[in-house]
């Protein structure tokens, strides 16, 4: 690299540029994009569980439930 080159610093200006015309460089970007995807997918449920309606649950049917599926009891 010569003295004009450097003071002219066209160098730094090439070097700063991402490559992102090269395949491996438009894999990743789609690799990360795929993650980002995957994340926001989990999130937006997380969201939904937490502050979306309420829903009856196993869990809360249980203190419903009754005797009633049990043999029947002794009948005299």
């Known amino acids: 690299m ?3 080159e450097i003071a002219d610093n066209k160098w730094e200006v ?3 540029k ?8 438009i894999f990743q970007i789609l690799l990360i994009g795929s993650f980002a995807a995957v994340f ?3 999130l ?8 979306g309606a309420k829903r009856d649950t196993m869990a809360d049917s249980y ?3 009754g005797n009633d599926a049990a ?3 002794k009948k005299e």
């Open 2 to 4: 010569s003295n004009a």
């Open 63 to 65: 203190s419903k439930m």
């Open 40 to 42: 926001l997918w989990i």
């Open 18 to 25: 991402p490559p992102v015309t090269t395949v491996p460089a």
């Open 71 to 73: 043999p029947a009891a």
């Open 44 to 51: 937006q449920f997380s969201a939904a569980g937490i502050f």
């Open 14 to 16: 090439e070097a700063a």
